[in-house]
């Protein structure tokens, strides 16, 4: 694959539009290319600009006294003495201008949520790269036990964590566990070698939805960061192999997990 097909698919590569084998593709030009890893890197932010923006811009919420007003007027124009056809014809004006509205403030609750996610995932590949790689946290990581005393009782049960088994890559070697903290926000930790590379498996507390099947999250450089959360927390899976990868292990650890986070 060529820099000019790949930065053609970027856009839909960012947003996991592409067929599993591209995706593969694409990720391998990028490790090997730092231009178009650049370009990559460069669309992200733009993306994630955007996105925070058109969370922010309150005027794109609908107001409620243009609500107001809308509800009134259809009120005065259905019992006008104007024709039904007429009537019908302004209603349906003014339902589209509702629908508007209101589409455009679910828009904005979607890209605020989208933001968040994103956020999430940034916290999460920067608490792989600096805890599991590079060793760079200002807080020293405590044990899961102590964790659990002082902060989550759950995090207690990620002790006795099993590797996943059974995927193509071959072995899981399960590495170390603790929990850390990063950018303000305390994890249960549990670090793996698969294919030959470390995979994080992060969990935290939190009510943001994504639902109970793992999906790929944006994030910034070439970490790849796959989710899925339960009733009162997140988990992440992070790692540096390709998308297909990285969900395939997430997939196969999200029954394990999950069970240690529902309620009995």
Not at 71 to 85: D, I, V
Not at 128 to 151: D, G, V
Request: hydrophobic content about 45%; glycine content about 6%.
């Amino acid at each position: 694959m060529q820099c000019r097909d790949v930065r053609e698919l970027l856009d839909a590569f960012l947003v996991d539009q592409l067929l599993v084998e591209t995706t593969n593709d694409v990720v391998r030009h990028v490790e090997s290319c730092p231009a178009c890893r650049a370009e990559l890197e460069d669309r992200r932010a733009l993306r994630a600009r955007l996105q925070s923006a058109v969370a922010g811009a309150v005027t794109l919420a609908p107001r409620a006294e243009f609500l107001k007003d809308i509800q009134t007027r259809l009120h005065a124009e259905a019992t006008s003495g104007m024709t039904r056809r007429s009537w019908l014809r302004s209603w349906g004006a003014a339902a589209a201008a509702l629908f508007a509205v209101i589409s455009g403030g679910l828009f904005a609750r979607n890209a605020t949520h989208r933001s968040r996610l994103a956020a999430l995932a940034r916290t999460a590949a920067g608490d792989h790269q600096n805890c599991a790689i590079k060793f760079n946290l200002s807080e020293r990581p405590i044990t899961l036990e102590e964790a659990a005393r002082r902060y989550d009782p759950v995090f207690a049960s990620f002790t006795t964590l099993s590797a996943p088994v059974g995927l193509p890559k071959g072995v899981v070697e399960l590495l170390e566990r603790h929990s850390c903290v990063y950018d303000g926000r305390r994890f249960a930790h549990v670090v793996f070698r698969y294919g030959g590379r470390v995979v994080s498996l992060l969990v935290t507390g939190g009510t943001e939805s994504i639902g109970p099947r793992p999906e790929m999250l944006p994030s910034d450089g070439l970490l790849q960061v796959a989710s899925f959360s339960t009733a009162r927390h997140l988990v992440f899976v992070v790692s540096d192999l390709s998308a297909q990868d990285t969900t395939e292990f997430a997939q196969a650890i999200a029954g394990p997990v999950s069970r240690r986070l529902t309620p009995i």
